[in-house]
Nanobody, 125 residues
Framework: HAQLVESGGGSVQAGGSLRLSCVVSGLPYRGYCMAWFRQAPGKEREAVARLYLRADSTTYTTYADSVKDRFTISRDNAKNTLYLQMVSLKPEDTAIYYC????????????????WGQGTQVTVS
């Protein structure tokens, strides 16, 4: 039974930093795409960053253009934890951030993700 639990959200001023964490249980660390999505009021849920551990143990990552060079997705397999390091935060980054997982490749379509955390609020003013 898979479970994803996020933490680390909060309120920061523009230009500040936050690190989100997602503790993952019940899923193997290979074969699944792990992703961070966000949803702002009145907007669709969008894929912010995605990560996939390849069979040769290299990591594939991809980012939305709006966060490239500011956000970094990573995982610590020993801690079963996915991270999203966010720097140079902007007011437009304000949203609820969700950790998600799906079997296989890293689709950007949120409908294709099977497992979701409860979300954590990030507010940038």
């Amino acid at each position: 039974h898979a479970q994803l639990v996020e933490s680390g959200g909060g309120s920061v001023q523009a230009g500040g930093s936050l690190r989100l964490s997602c503790v993952v249980s019940g899923l193997p660390y290979r074969g699944y795409c792990m992703a961070w999505f966000r949803q702002a009021p009145g907007k669709e849920r969008e894929a912010v960053a995605r990560l996939y551990l390849r069979a040769d143990s290299t990591t594939y990552t991809t980012y939305a253009d709006s966060v490239k060079d500011r956000f970094t997705i990573s995982r610590d397999n020993a801690k079963n934890t996915l991270y999203l390091q966010m720097v140079s935060l902007k007011p437009e980054d304000t949203a609820i951030y969700y950790c998600a997982a799906r079997f296989g490749s890293c689709s950007g379509n949120y409908d294709s993700y099977n497992y979701w955390g409860q979300g954590t609020q990030v507010t940038v003013s």
